[in-house]
């Protein structure tokens, strides 16, 4: 690269690109060299299926915005003709704001184009680079500005302060109590050496609290010696979506010191696919800290509860025909397609699957932190045609998911396409199957082996 | 057979080894620069539930390109997968022959395996012309085409052409057209490292780490029901 070239580039375009060569990992350089422009990952993008005849959309060309740069400055064809394989540069801010429009707005690192890749390419990974890259120099859309520095300062991606957290939780206890008729049932907060350290999401605290009653509810029937803390309880992970490994790690940090200090056995994360993959998968890697116990979904939990007999269900009590929509951290990411479904089965009556579905199933449209980027919500609503089309095929009433941003993306692709479809997770389904005896029953389910945990960490 | 001429000599013999050499040196020096990058690695325990998971998700994952039941794009465009194996048949036919003239002519003596090679470079050739119109005429590949996408598909075409035409190695009615082939070859292997065509070089390192990473967290294999 010639001195006057450097000299011509916005010091936020030099610094992205010096940040993409200390990002290069195998993984991610792979992906950048191994594309051959044959184009099989084209119509695995719902925003491509969305958007017939529009070329910009195609993961290929998306890939291609960010693959230009690498080929410029890390390539040796790019670097002596880089007309030859359209190899580029950035040189002004405004550039830079052009890429953040593709890597923010036109993907929500779903990874479905992956799963169609003769090569292997890995989109969702070198895309969450760019993130990165454009986010260290404050380059980003504005909602995941608000929510990583509300994440960085309050320990909670929705800003949520302790009073009302606590607050919370204790209006959920009364209320649960007052359910049961039952003055015993609680809500722990901060209590040592339990089996089940419960972390959830801040969406439950401030939109939808009666997973957290429900989930309690579960744990009060099964007898679990469990608790939540007061601090580090949030299990999501904006790093995740905006590509900052250094948040990733401080949110993941904080949880797991929690934990540990509250001397528990068990994290179990409640339904949240990337707050689950963030936490079981990637924290321990951008936090640098082996975990020292045991990381499970909260649907593992469930399952185990209903196999070892510390609770019934009757799935006759949830009768309306329901379908499971997989979260792409889940299925995707972490390999969690079968457990959600063998619970669902188990609490309702008329289970329908829909078609595609498990690791080529199609986003939500909030996948990626995109229900925190309103500039992007025109196009977002747009491409959830192809799931509105998915869940209307099913049939089902009632939508079923194991993640809080999939409500979200899903609640709002149903309105916008006018289903009339209803939006649960499977915590809802499970407390409200429940049979609730003056003594919880302990006989195991014939028929049902235990098997704890599949993707616990013991 | 007839005698071969110097130039044809040279043609087959020494420019071929000087371009193997070359591509060779180049590779290796390409795979160095790959492997210098940190491989990453996974500090949390699998989430699959088979132990070996890992190894399981790196063979699926090679796996794969011979599995078109495994990936959607493929179950979905099974014409465009019977191209892709014949253009791959062919590229290896065509690498063959390019060893088989100069150290085994006795081997094209069989008619039956002169018409099978024959037969999978027409092949290969029918598609590379096929690949080009579809780069040239669809507007999704074209939005991603390179120079050097439209430059590679047409020098394989025209190298399979030539190739085609070298099969029965007869030079009674002239060499041009295997010098034509072997001119094409060196140039060939002396292009490939810089081209997208070296993407075979990448394929089982970039497969490799997707299938570890992916095998670990229980991904691969992918499992499907009926109708999925």
């Known amino acids: ?458 | 057979m007839n005698e071969l001429s110097a130039q044809l000599h040279f043609a087959e013999h020494r420019l071929q080894e000087v371009a193997l050499a070359f591509m060779a040196l180049v590779y290796l020096t390409r795979v160095l620069w790959f492997l210098r990058h940190k491989a990453g690695g996974e500090r949390q325990p699998t989430t699959a539930r088979d132990p070996k998971a890992r190894r399981r998700g790196i063979l699926y994952s090679w796996a794969t390109v011979a599995m078109p039941w495994a990936m959607e794009s493929t179950r979905r465009m099974p014409f465009f997968y019977v191209q892709f194996v014949l253009f791959h048949l062919g590229v290896t036919a065509a690498i063959t022959l390019s060893f088989l003239i100069p150290y085994g002519p006795g081997v094209l003596e069989s008619s039956a395996l002169v018409l099978v090679f024959q037969v999978l470079i027409w092949a290969a050739f029918a598609v590379g012309v096929l690949r080009l119109a579809r780069r040239i005429r669809n507007p999704y590949i074209r939005a991603i085409s390179s120079p050097d996408d439209f430059f590679a598909v047409f020098l394989l075409t025209v190298w399979f052409f030539f190739a085609a035409l070298s099969v029965p190695n007869d030079v009674s009615g002239g060499e041009g057209i295997l010098l034509t082939y072997f001119w094409l070859t060196a140039f060939f292997l002396v292009y490939v490292p810089f081209s997208k065509i070296s993407h075979y070089l990448y394929y089982p390192f970039t497969r490799y780490y997707l299938g570890k990473s992916l095998g670990y967290r229980g991904v691969y294999p992918v499992y499907r029901v009926q109708g999925s």
């Open chain 1, 1 to 458: 690269m010639s001195t006057t070239e450097k000299q011509t580039r916005s010091w936020k375009a030099e610094r992205v690109l010096d940040g993409m060569g200390k990002k290069l990992s195998r993984q991610i350089t792979g992906s950048l060299v191994a594309c051959v422009h044959c184009g099989m990952c084209t119509e695995s993008c719902h925003y491509v299926l969305a958007n017939p005849g529009d070329p910009t959309y195609a993961p290929a060309y998306k890939a291609d915005k960010i693959r230009r740069l690498f080929k410029r400055h890390h390539d040796w064809t790019g670097k002596v003709f880089p007309w030859w394989v359209k190899a580029g540069s950035v040189y002004t801010d405004e550039e830079l704001e052009e890429l953040k429009d593709i890597v923010f707005g036109r993907c929500t690192n779903c990874r479905r184009c992956t799963f169609s890749c003769p090569m292997g390419v890995d989109l969702a990974t070198f895309n969450r680079m760019a993130r990165g890259l454009l986010v260290s120099v404050g380059i980003m859309p504005e909602g995941v500005a608000v929510v990583s520095k509300d994440q960085w300062e309050t320990g909670n991606q929705m800003g949520v302060l302790k009073e009302d957290y606590l607050e919370t939780l204790e209006w959920m206890e009364e209320e649960l109590q007052d359910e049961l008729d039952d003055p015993t049932v609680s809500i722990p907060v901060d209590q040592p050496d339990c089996d089940v350290v419960y972390s959830i999401n801040p969406r439950e605290v401030k939109y939808d609290p009666r997973t957290i009653s429900d989930a309690a509810k579960i744990f009060h029937v099964a007898r679990e010696k469990w608790t939540m803390a007061s601090e580090g309880w949030d299990m999501t992970n904006f790093g995740l979506f905006s590509g900052d490994d250094a948040l990733g790690g401080s949110v993941a940090s904080r949880l797991y010191e929690k934990v540990n200090e509250l001397r528990g056995k068990t994290l179990v994360i409640s339904e949240c696919g990337h707050g689950f993959r963030s936490t079981r998968c990637e924290g321990p890697n951008w936090a640098k800290f082996d975990v020292p116990f045991v990381m499970e979904s909260s649907i593992f939990t469930m399952l185990r509860y209903i196999k070892e007999g510390r609770i019934k269900v009757d799935k006759s009590k949830n009768p309306k025909p329901v379908t499971y929509h997989d979260s792409c951290n889940f299925a995707r990411s972490c390999g969690i397609t079968e457990e959600p479904r063998e619970l669902l089965h188990l609490v309702c009556e008329d289970v329908r699957e829909m078609y595609p579905n498990r690791a080529e199933n199609y986003c939500c449209t909030g996948g990626g932190g995109a229900m925190s980027m309103s500039e992007y919500t025109r196009e977002r609503l747009k491409s959830g045609v192809v799931k509105a089309n998915q869940l209307e095929a099913t049939g089902a009433e009632v939508v079923v998911t194991s993640c809080h941003n999939c409500v979200d993306g899903l609640t709002d692709v149903i309105r916008h396409y006018k289903l009339g479809m209803e939006v649960t997770q499977l915590v809802n389904l499970v407390a409200n199957a429940l049979v609730i005896e003056g003594k919880p029953a302990h006989a195991v389910v014939p028929g049902l082996e235990v098997e704890a945990g599949s993707n616990a960490q013991a």
